[in-house]
Protein backbone atom coordinates (compact mmCIF):
# COMPACT_ATOMS: atom_id res chain seq x y z
CA UNK A 1 0.00 0.00 0.00
CA UNK A 2 2.85 2.65 0.77
CA UNK A 3 4.89 1.56 -2.71
CA UNK A 4 1.35 2.75 -4.36
CA UNK A 5 0.69 5.65 -2.51
CA UNK A 6 4.46 6.57 -3.07
CA UNK A 7 3.75 5.94 -6.77
CA UNK A 8 0.60 7.94 -6.90
CA UNK A 9 2.52 10.96 -5.45
CA UNK A 10 5.56 10.69 -8.11
CA UNK A 11 2.74 11.00 -9.90
CA UNK A 12 0.73 13.68 -9.20
CA UNK A 13 4.43 16.07 -8.73
CA UNK A 14 5.05 14.51 -12.04
CA UNK A 15 1.63 16.07 -13.03
CA UNK A 16 2.27 19.24 -11.49
CA UNK A 17 6.39 19.95 -12.78
CA UNK A 18 4.69 19.38 -16.18
CA UNK A 19 2.00 21.70 -15.53
CA UNK A 20 4.55 24.47 -14.40
CA UNK A 21 7.12 23.69 -17.40
CA UNK A 22 4.05 24.25 -19.75
CA UNK A 23 2.71 27.86 -17.84
CA UNK A 24 6.51 29.19 -18.21
CA UNK A 25 6.63 27.96 -21.36
CA UNK A 26 3.16 29.93 -22.48
CA UNK A 27 4.22 32.84 -20.73
CA UNK A 28 8.06 33.20 -21.23
CA UNK A 29 8.73 30.78 -24.81
CA UNK A 30 9.29 33.75 -26.91
CA UNK A 31 11.71 35.14 -24.62
CA UNK A 32 13.50 32.24 -24.09
CA UNK A 33 13.79 31.55 -28.06
CA UNK A 34 14.95 35.22 -28.45
CA UNK A 35 17.44 34.72 -26.15
CA UNK A 36 18.77 31.51 -27.14
CA UNK A 37 19.18 32.99 -30.83
CA UNK A 38 20.78 36.35 -29.06
CA UNK A 39 23.72 33.58 -27.54
CA UNK A 40 24.06 32.11 -30.77
CA UNK A 41 24.12 34.86 -33.04
CA UNK A 42 26.99 36.39 -29.97
CA UNK A 43 28.84 33.04 -30.76
CA UNK A 44 29.09 33.70 -34.17
CA UNK A 45 29.47 37.01 -34.32
CA UNK A 46 32.99 36.68 -31.96
CA UNK A 47 33.84 33.38 -34.18
CA UNK A 48 33.50 35.40 -37.51
CA UNK A 49 35.58 38.39 -35.78
CA UNK A 50 38.04 36.13 -34.30
CA UNK A 51 38.26 34.66 -38.31
CA UNK A 52 38.60 38.31 -39.74
CA UNK A 53 41.19 39.11 -37.02
CA UNK A 54 43.46 36.15 -37.86
CA UNK A 55 43.23 36.83 -41.38
CA UNK A 56 44.11 40.39 -41.03
CA UNK A 57 47.22 39.06 -38.88
CA UNK A 58 48.31 37.08 -41.41
CA UNK A 59 47.47 39.93 -44.14
CA UNK A 60 49.65 41.99 -42.31
CA UNK A 61 52.47 39.98 -41.63
CA UNK A 62 53.02 39.27 -44.83
CA UNK A 63 53.11 43.04 -45.73
CA UNK A 64 55.55 43.65 -43.49
CA UNK A 65 57.83 40.79 -44.17
CA UNK A 66 57.80 42.40 -47.82
CA UNK A 67 58.52 45.67 -46.72
CA UNK A 68 61.16 44.62 -44.38
CA UNK A 69 62.51 42.85 -47.38
CA UNK A 70 62.80 45.91 -49.48
CA UNK A 71 64.26 47.59 -46.53
CA UNK A 72 66.85 45.32 -46.83
CA UNK A 73 67.74 45.52 -50.33
CA UNK A 74 68.07 49.22 -49.71
CA UNK A 75 65.04 50.25 -51.53
CA UNK A 76 64.41 52.91 -49.00
CA UNK A 77 61.66 54.70 -51.01
CA UNK A 78 59.66 51.76 -52.04
CA UNK A 79 60.04 50.20 -48.04
CA UNK A 80 58.99 53.30 -46.63
CA UNK A 81 56.03 53.70 -48.79
CA UNK A 82 54.84 50.07 -47.94
CA UNK A 83 55.60 50.48 -44.11
CA UNK A 84 53.28 54.19 -44.36
CA UNK A 85 50.31 51.98 -46.40
CA UNK A 86 50.53 49.81 -43.29
CA UNK A 87 49.64 52.31 -41.26
CA UNK A 88 46.30 52.70 -42.58
CA UNK A 89 44.78 49.24 -41.91
CA UNK A 90 47.06 46.86 -39.84
CA UNK A 91 45.95 45.22 -36.72
CA UNK A 92 46.83 46.73 -33.81
CA UNK A 93 50.71 46.45 -32.77
CA UNK A 94 51.10 46.04 -36.86
CA UNK A 95 51.37 49.87 -36.93
CA UNK A 96 53.68 50.66 -34.26
CA UNK A 97 56.43 48.23 -35.91
CA UNK A 98 55.82 48.95 -39.44
CA UNK A 99 57.20 52.55 -38.33
CA UNK A 100 59.72 51.33 -35.80
CA UNK A 101 61.12 49.51 -39.20
CA UNK A 102 61.09 52.91 -40.96
CA UNK A 103 62.73 54.56 -38.72
CA UNK A 104 65.45 52.18 -38.53
CA UNK A 105 65.69 52.34 -42.24
CA UNK A 106 66.09 56.50 -42.09
CA UNK A 107 68.78 55.45 -39.53
CA UNK A 108 70.24 52.97 -42.43
CA UNK A 109 69.98 55.88 -44.92
CA UNK A 110 71.98 58.27 -42.56
CA UNK A 111 68.65 60.09 -42.21
CA UNK A 112 69.25 61.14 -38.54
CA UNK A 113 66.76 63.51 -38.14
CA UNK A 114 64.01 61.54 -40.01
CA UNK A 115 64.93 58.17 -37.88
CA UNK A 116 64.39 60.20 -34.53
CA UNK A 117 61.35 61.98 -35.84
CA UNK A 118 59.69 58.31 -36.72
CA UNK A 119 60.77 57.07 -33.22
CA UNK A 120 59.58 60.16 -31.50
CA UNK A 121 56.35 59.26 -32.85
CA UNK A 122 56.45 55.63 -31.92
CA UNK A 123 57.48 56.73 -28.18
CA UNK A 124 54.37 59.12 -27.76
CA UNK A 125 51.97 56.53 -29.60
CA UNK A 126 49.56 55.62 -26.32
CA UNK A 127 48.30 52.58 -28.11
CA UNK A 128 50.92 51.25 -28.99
CA UNK A 129 52.75 48.57 -26.37
CA UNK A 130 54.60 50.14 -23.28
CA UNK A 131 57.68 47.83 -24.69
CA UNK A 132 57.87 48.97 -28.07
CA UNK A 133 57.63 52.40 -27.14
CA UNK A 134 60.37 52.40 -24.28
CA UNK A 135 62.26 51.03 -27.35
CA UNK A 136 61.43 53.82 -29.71
CA UNK A 137 62.40 56.26 -26.68
CA UNK A 138 65.74 54.40 -26.33
CA UNK A 139 66.54 54.46 -30.14
CA UNK A 140 66.05 58.25 -30.60
CA UNK A 141 68.25 58.69 -27.56
CA UNK A 142 70.51 56.59 -28.92
CA UNK A 143 70.43 58.28 -32.46
CA UNK A 144 71.15 61.57 -30.55
CA UNK A 145 73.96 61.25 -27.85
CA UNK A 146 76.25 63.40 -30.19
CA UNK A 147 74.34 66.03 -30.90
CA UNK A 148 71.71 66.54 -28.09
CA UNK A 149 72.73 68.39 -24.76
CA UNK A 150 72.97 66.89 -21.19
CA UNK A 151 69.78 68.16 -20.02
CA UNK A 152 67.65 66.43 -23.37
CA UNK A 153 69.50 63.45 -22.84
CA UNK A 154 68.27 63.59 -19.46
CA UNK A 155 64.86 64.01 -20.48
CA UNK A 156 64.58 61.75 -22.70
CA UNK A 157 65.63 58.60 -20.66
CA UNK A 158 64.71 59.27 -17.48
CA UNK A 159 61.57 57.55 -17.46
CA UNK A 160 63.82 53.85 -18.82
CA UNK A 161 66.27 54.22 -16.62
CA UNK A 162 64.31 53.13 -13.30
CA UNK A 163 64.94 49.79 -11.71
CA UNK A 164 61.97 47.62 -13.22
CA UNK A 165 62.21 48.85 -16.57
CA UNK A 166 63.11 46.21 -19.50
CA UNK A 167 65.64 48.67 -21.16
CA UNK A 168 67.39 50.25 -18.00
CA UNK A 169 70.68 49.06 -18.49
CA UNK A 170 71.54 50.52 -22.04
CA UNK A 171 69.41 53.69 -21.28
CA UNK A 172 71.55 54.07 -18.19
CA UNK A 173 75.23 53.10 -20.84
CA UNK A 174 73.49 56.20 -22.70
CA UNK A 175 73.23 58.61 -19.80
CA UNK A 176 76.99 57.80 -18.64
CA UNK A 177 78.03 58.47 -22.18
CA UNK A 178 76.35 61.93 -22.10
CA UNK A 179 77.40 62.47 -19.24
CA UNK A 180 80.49 62.03 -20.05
CA UNK A 181 80.22 64.49 -23.23
CA UNK A 182 78.82 66.70 -21.20
CA UNK A 183 82.08 66.58 -18.57
CA UNK A 184 79.46 65.57 -15.79
CA UNK A 185 82.17 62.94 -14.23
CA UNK A 186 80.12 61.99 -11.14
CA UNK A 187 76.73 60.95 -13.08
CA UNK A 188 78.52 59.28 -15.60
CA UNK A 189 80.09 57.16 -12.85
CA UNK A 190 76.60 57.09 -10.92
CA UNK A 191 75.29 55.57 -13.96
CA UNK A 192 78.09 53.15 -14.73
CA UNK A 193 77.92 52.12 -11.27
CA UNK A 194 74.33 51.46 -11.59
CA UNK A 195 74.63 49.23 -14.56
CA UNK A 196 77.72 47.40 -12.63
CA UNK A 197 75.35 46.54 -9.75
CA UNK A 198 72.09 45.30 -11.73
CA UNK A 199 72.83 41.14 -12.02
CA UNK A 200 69.78 41.75 -14.97
CA UNK A 201 72.50 43.66 -17.13
CA UNK A 202 73.50 42.35 -20.44
CA UNK A 203 77.20 41.39 -20.15
CA UNK A 204 78.83 43.23 -23.10
CA UNK A 205 76.98 46.60 -21.44
CA UNK A 206 78.45 45.87 -17.55
CA UNK A 207 81.81 45.14 -19.76
CA UNK A 208 81.43 48.10 -21.66
CA UNK A 209 80.54 50.16 -18.22
CA UNK A 210 83.53 48.49 -16.17
CA UNK A 211 85.75 49.56 -19.32
CA UNK A 212 84.73 53.09 -19.16
CA UNK A 213 84.67 53.14 -14.34
CA UNK A 214 88.10 52.35 -15.19
CA UNK A 215 89.11 54.82 -17.50
CA UNK A 216 86.89 57.33 -15.11
CA UNK A 217 89.12 56.52 -11.98
CA UNK A 218 92.41 56.65 -13.85
CA UNK A 219 91.91 60.10 -15.10
CA UNK A 220 90.34 60.56 -11.26
CA UNK A 221 93.88 59.27 -10.23
CA UNK A 222 96.15 61.09 -12.73
CA UNK A 223 94.46 64.36 -12.27
CA UNK A 224 94.82 64.02 -8.20
CA UNK A 225 98.65 63.35 -8.87
CA UNK A 226 99.51 66.51 -11.00
CA UNK A 227 99.88 70.13 -10.69
CA UNK A 228 96.49 72.25 -10.97
CA UNK A 229 95.83 72.73 -14.67
CA UNK A 230 97.97 69.81 -15.76
CA UNK A 231 95.29 67.36 -16.88
CA UNK A 232 91.46 67.81 -18.77
CA UNK A 233 88.45 66.85 -17.69
CA UNK A 234 87.26 63.47 -20.10
CA UNK A 235 85.23 64.73 -22.27
CA UNK A 236 86.47 68.47 -22.68
CA UNK A 237 90.27 67.27 -23.84
CA UNK A 238 92.68 64.53 -24.18
CA UNK A 239 93.72 63.50 -20.47
CA UNK A 240 97.09 63.24 -19.70
CA UNK A 241 99.28 60.77 -18.49
Do not use: C
Amino acid sequence: MADQTDHFMREVQDEMRKERLAHIWDRYGIVIIAAAALLLLAVVGYKFAEYRNLGAREAASREFEAAADLASKGKAQEAHKAFEAMLKGAPAGYGALARLRSAAAFAAEGKRAEAVAAYDAVSKDTSADALLRDFATLQAALLSVDSADWTEMQNRLKDLTNDTNAWRAPARELVGLAALKAGNQDEARKAFEQILADNAAPPSTAERARILMTILTEAALAKGAQPEGAGAKLGEGTVTK
